[in-house]
């Protein structure tokens, strides 16, 4: 069965550092692609960053770039969003999912591959940890 965990977030305040933790179970991080996602309070769910070994390939998105960093530890089976210069518009649950990397990457648009469509219906999800940026 495959699980994902989400822990590490928090209230912080503007400017400051979270550090996100997935931990995986029941497959083969080589053979999945991994992505961070959020969904803030009215609004659509969005891809963060997204991971996939097998492709080579991370992705950001544009409102992130610089400030996030997404990593992977095999041995553990735990994908890391290191979240720094955070801004109160980074406020939302963040969730991180799984996909096979065959379903994953958009050959016809490979840097467009992180997202939710991309995850869906066919990927797994974790439950989501709450961030919360204070200005």
């Known amino acids: 069965e495959v699980q994902l965990v989400e822990s590490g977030g928090g209230l912080v305040q503007a400017g400051g550092s979270l550090r996100l933790s997935c931990q995986a179970s029941?497959?083969?991080?080589?053979?999945?692609?991994i992505g961070w996602f959020r969904q803030a309070p009215g609004k659509e769910r969005e891809g963060v960053s997204c991971?996939?070994?097998?492709?080579?390939?991370?992705l950001y998105a544009d409102s992130v770039k610089g400030r996030f960093t997404i990593s992977s530890d095999n041995a553990k089976n735990t994908v890391y969003l290191q979240m720094n210069s955070l801004k109160a518009e980074d406020t939302a649950v963040y969730y991180c999912?799984?996909?096979?990397?065959?379903?994953?990457?958009?050959?016809?648009?490979?840097?467009?591959?992180?997202?939710?469509?991309?995850?869906?219906?066919?990927?797994?999800w974790g439950q989501g940890t709450q961030v919360t940026v204070s200005s």
């Open positions: 029941g497959f083969t991080f080589d053979d999945y692609a």
């Open positions: 999912a799984a996909v096979s990397a065959l379903l994953f990457l958009d050959r016809s648009s490979p840097r467009e591959s992180c997202r939710v469509p991309n995850f869906a219906p066919m990927g797994y």
């Open positions: 991971l996939s070994r097998s492709d080579g390939i991370t």
